[in-house]
């Protein structure tokens, strides 16, 4: 099946940026859309962005649209997530997930591969 690596968490001030990678396994990366999603404390995972199987199309949550931005390149296998302007509130565990589907899902349920998540810490 398809394995996901998380990387690039850590801690950072307000304002400041990180860049998450996401490595997967397997011949057929192309084939699976991605997204990233995230997990604080005492709350729910929700949906950040997501990605198509060629990355020309995007889907990125209000809560991050216009300081993260999803991207991929099939021919390392990787997919990445730039966040900048971080905000105490982006605090959370960042995990990506993979679906063999085409377009970029916002909804939990669509994805079947999940990475153990990377934490990023957004201090004030």
């Known amino acids: 099946q398809v394995q996901l690596v998380e990387s690039g968490g850590g801690l950072v001030q307000a304002g400041g940026s990180l860049r998450l990678s996401c490595a997967a396994s397997?011949?057929?990366?192309?084939?699976?859309?991605m997204g990233w999603f995230r997990q604080a404390p005492g709350k729910e995972r929700e949906f950040v962005a997501a990605?198509?199987?060629?990355?020309?199309?995007?889907y990125t949550a209000g809560s991050a649209k216009g300081r993260f931005t999803i991207s991929r390149d099939n021919a390392k296998n990787t997919v990445y997530l730039q966040m900048n302007s971080l905000k105490p509130e982006d605090t959370a565990v960042y995990a990506c997930?993979?679906?063999?589907?085409?377009?970029?899902?916002?909804?939990?349920?669509?994805?079947?591969?999940w990475g153990q998540g990377t934490q990023v810490t957004v201090s004030s």
């Open positions: 990605i198509s199987w060629s990355g020309d199309s995007t």
């Open positions: 997930a993979a679906t063999p589907k085409r377009l970029p899902h916002p909804r939990i349920y669509e994805y079947d591969y």
């Open positions: 397997g011949r057929t990366f192309s084939n699976y859309a």
